[in-house]
Structure formats: C-alpha cells, structure tokens
C-alpha cells in the first residue's frame, strides 16, 4: 500500500504536478484490496510464514474486507478520475492471472517474469494515474526500480514458493547472487533517470542490506523516504 503511493506520489513529483491526495488514498485502498485478495487465495502448504497463517485463519472476514476496499476506491476514482475506474477492473483481473490457474498457469510460476510482471504493473499503474504525462524512459526507470524490489521481496519468500510449485528467480539465484542483480538494475535506473530521484533510490538501495531483519519494510516504505528527502531538499 505504502509501496504504490509512493510510487505514484513520485510520478507525480517528477512531473512537476501537484499531489492529489485523493488519488493517492484511492490508489492506497485499491492495492490493499487487491493485496489482501491475494493473500486470502493461497492454499495450506508448509511451511507457511505467520501473514500467510492470519490470510486463512480469517479467509472470509479479510475477503469482504478487500471487496469494501475495492469498492471504495472504485467510488474515488469515479468521482476524481472516472477513466482510473478501470484500473480496478484491471488490477483484479491481472492478480487472478497472476496467482491462479486461468487459461495458462499462474505468472508467478514463470521462473523470469514473476519480478518483472509485479514492476511492471505498480510502475504502469501509477502511470496511469498520472494520465501517461511522464516520459517513456522515467518509466522504464521505475519499471526497474519497482522490479528490483520485487526481486528482493522474494528472497523471504523462497522456501513457501518452493513448496507451492513456484520456482523464483531470488530461489535460483541466492541471496547475494539477487542482491547483485537489483543492485545492477537499480544502478540502470537511476542513470536512465538521471535526476535527483533516482540517485536517492540508489544511494538507499543499501539500506535494507544494512539492517539483519525488517527488509520487505523498509523496501515498502523506499519511495516513502525518498519522497520525503525531495521534500527536504
């Protein structure tokens, strides 16, 4: 939730727009939604972190939390930006591809496009909330920015993705094998950027590596920081 309305507030910022915070609590709501949704859909398979635990213990309670989320960011983005109202629909129908059986397996499951499915769709996603204003390489930017993360974020979750039938690119690669590869993709992102947003992501890349515990946090609160230092300086 923090992680896309950072993104988005930043995509904002470089487009030299002025926040709507609206928009940003709409698109808050709708990632929360979608997240929990998600979460609500795995099945029972040890072992099982303790947030996949709580998912299940309480399916139906979270379930008709997520749809009251939807909801309610549907009602904000119709009322504030009526073509946002899509990106519901959208960002529904892309997470039942991605962690469900459809016509083709679940996209999680392909080994490369996992990472870069996730990236793409926060990075897009908050394009479009920008009505496409920002130029074409400041995406593929946060595209990669957005993918890097991703990437990181899967390393806590080898083993459960193991024992699901999801083989990821952070299980193939290892720890510092992973590192290496987002710290290359983060250093291709910043020189696309070439801008003071994107030497603050890099020079945060380090940040989580720093700390022993907390890395899926303070990945998530990233582009929070690095919004709050553009305001700083």
């Not at 909801?71 to 899509?86: C, D, G, N, R, W």
């Not at 390489?137 to 999801?166: Q, R």
């Amino acid at each position: 939730m923090a992680y896309v309305m950072g993104v988005t507030a930043l995509l904002f910022r470089m487009n030299d727009r002025p926040q709507n915070p609206v928009l940003l609590v709409g698109a808050g709501l709708l990632t929360a939604g979608i997240y929990i949704f998600h979460r609500t859909s795995i099945t029972f398979v040890e072992p099982m972190q303790e947030r996949h635990r709580i998912a299940l213990k309480h399916r139906m309670i979270l379930r008709v939390l997520a749809f009251l989320l939807g909801v309610l960011a549907t009602a904000i983005f119709a009322l504030h930006h009526p073509m946002a109202t899509l990106l519901v629909f959208g960002a529904l129908a892309g997470v039942i591809a991605y962690g469900r059986k459809t016509i083709t397996r679940p996209l999680r499951t392909v080994l490369y496009l996992k990472p870069i499915a996730v990236g793409t769709a926060i990075a897009c996603f908050a394009w479009t909330l920008n009505d496409f204003e920002n130029g074409i390489m400041s995406v593929i930017a946060f595209v990669l920015f957005c993918t890097a993360d991703a990437l990181c974020c899967d390393l806590e979750d080898c083993t459960f993705d193991s024992a699901t039938g999801c083989t990821t690119m952070a299980t193939r690669l290892g720890v510092h094998r992973t590192w290496i590869v987002a710290g290359l993709l983060y250093i291709c992102a910043a020189f696309l950027l070439q801008v003071t947003v994107g030497w603050l992501f890099l020079v945060s890349f380090a940040l989580p590596i720093a700390l022993r515990s907390n890395k899926r946090e303070v990945i998530d609160l990233r582009p929070v920081l690095v919004l709050l230092l553009l305001w700083v300086l």
